[in-house]
């Protein structure tokens, strides 16, 4: 029998990759990811123009891999939005020739739709539930009701989650990304060693902040004398448990209004230990399923942008060749 597949390409930001997923069953035919953190870690940040550079090259060889599948695939879905430009530039050229080329329908995906559908790789999507969102980009609050209508519940107003990792593992010397250097540095550290104050603790409002936690972090490491690697595993552990008991906080104050049946974790940070730890207490305290990604697809991958391509194609919801567009800071995002 025929495999009825889509072609999915991501490369919004410093990760290409490429996936091949069956329509009807979700299996994944073919995954690869190339990551391009090693080349960046130097800079302590994504570089675009490297990143661009270093796609352009990824991209085509893991395209020569699947040449033996051409033949079954159906659409070809690339992430257009949200991301770095140039990255994004990278992905939708090649998704346009291999779609003029084969002859087959696009689909252009939100990376954050994406990033939802990494819960459901391989099942059936189960709306409504609640859904934190914690990247490099991104930290919100969403709700996602029957219909798949997304409500942004709360939002960073600077820095998101993951991002404040990034800065602080830069500002204390080591390189990037920055979530799993501190996690592990934090490992070896004392949480209690200082009292950083969690962001907009006694304000009402239901937002989140991280620049100012992460100025708190950076007048400590300015001032250390002679800085030892304890000092820096014991800032690791106390700026970690502050940034999760800020993001704890309002998701609890957002549970004890919404009290969400189902509660999804997704993301390149949602692979944080002591936030997955905390975030199961907040769930079990309010009767609440949580869903999570496996680990190797919380930070960003081409799966989930093709589990998330299969509701467009049953939906014949294809993008025009001529008119897609390219979103670095798209703010609107729907599912269908
Ligand atoms: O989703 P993602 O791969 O890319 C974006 O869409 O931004 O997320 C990457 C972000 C980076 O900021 C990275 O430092 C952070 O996720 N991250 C973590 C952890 N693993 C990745 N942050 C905290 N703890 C982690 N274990
Ligand atoms: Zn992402």
Same mark, same amino acid.
């Given at each position: 029998m025929m495999n009825e597949l889509i072609l999915a390409i991501e490369s919004s930001c410093d990760d290409s990759s490429l996936a091949l997923m069956?329509?009807?069953?979700?299996? #994944?035919?073919y995954y690869s990811k190339i990551s391009q953190e090693i080349q960046h870690a130097k800079y302590g940040g994504v570089v675009p123009e490297l990143a661009a550079r270093l796609h352009t090259k990824a991209l085509p060889d893991m395209l020569e891999k699947i040449t033996p599948f051409f033949s079954d695939i159906k659409a070809v879905a690339v992430t257009?939005?949200?991301?770095?430009s140039v990255s994004l530039a990278s992905g939708v050229a090649m998704a346009k020739s291999i779609a003029l080329s084969l002859n087959l329908p696009l689909i252009a995906i939100n990376h954050l739709i994406g990033h939802i559908y990494s819960l459901f790789l391989d099942t059936k999507e189960e709306f409504p539930m609640g859904v934190l969102l914690v990247s490099g980009g991104h930290t919100m609050i969403l709700y996602i009701d029957e219909n798949s209508n997304i409500d942004i519940l709360a939002k960073t107003s600077d820095d998101s989650f993951g991002e404040s990792f990034d800065k602080v593992a830069k500002m204390m010397g080591f390189g990037y990304p920055g979530g799993v250097i501190i996690e592990n540095l934090a490992k070896?550290?004392?949480?209690?060693s200082y009292s950083f104050t969690v962001p907009l #603790?006694?304000?009402?409002?239901l937002q989140y902040s991280f620049s100012g936690l992460k100025n708190q972090v950076r007048l400590v490491v300015e001032n250390l004398n002679n800085p030892t690697l304890k000092d820096y595993e014991n800032i690791a552990a106390s700026f970690q448990k502050t940034a999760c008991m800020h993001i704890c906080d309002k998701l609890e104050k957002i549970f004890s209004i919404y009290k969400f049946k189902k509660f999804g974790v997704v993301g390149g940070?949602?692979?944080n230990i002591l936030l997955r730890s905390n975030i199961e207490k907040i769930c079990s305290k309010y009767n609440s399923n949580l869903y999570l990604a496996p680990l190797k697809f919380?930070?960003?991958?081409a799966a989930m942008i093709a589990r998330a391509a299969v509701i467009k194609y049953k939906n014949n919801n294809f993008t025009d060749i001529n008119n897609i567009q390219i979103n670095p800071k798209s703010k609107n995002f729907c599912i269908n």
């Open positions: 069956d329509i009807k069953t979700y299996e #994944l035919q257009n939005e949200p991301g770095l070896n550290g004392d949480d209690k #603790l006694h304000d009402k409002r940070a949602s692979a919380c930070s960003d991958n």
